[in-house]
């Protein structure tokens, strides 16, 4: 008989597709700690926004700045919230701080301004 070979644990951890590391990155409670549902609609509608802004930074001489990147998620939270789109629910504690979140918002935005692979 042949023993049943035990799984690492390494094999046992979640297999992160770029898909999920993308919704990682589009989700407003890891830099906010903004919680909205339904997330799918949020997830969306962020990366709706960043393909918007790299549209808009071609026209631009420089990146954004994080303080403009700051007050366009807000009107976009704002929007959500306000429109019904999605309800929100008691903010948590953001999991990366927000200027981290928003450097990595300002990176995704020149790759896709640039055409890059993300």
């Not at 919704?23 to 926004?49: A, C, D, K, W």
Request: charged share 25%.
């Amino acid at each position: 008989m042949t023993k049943k070979k035990r799984r690492s644990s390494a094999q046992r951890e979640k297999q992160w597709t770029a898909t999920d590391v993308a919704s990682m990155l589009s989700n407003p409670m890891y830099g906010y700690g903004t919680v909205f549902e339904p997330l799918e609609v949020v997830i969306h509608r962020i990366q709706e926004l960043q393909l918007h802004l790299a549209a808009e930074r071609l026209a631009r001489p420089q990146p954004f700045t994080l303080e403009e990147l700051d007050e366009r998620f807000h009107a976009l939270f704002r929007d959500l919230e306000q429109s019904g789109v999605c309800t929100r629910s008691p903010d948590v504690q953001p999991i990366v701080p927000k200027v981290q979140w928003l450097r990595t918002q300002q990176v995704t935005i020149e790759k896709l301004a640039n055409a890059q692979d993300l």
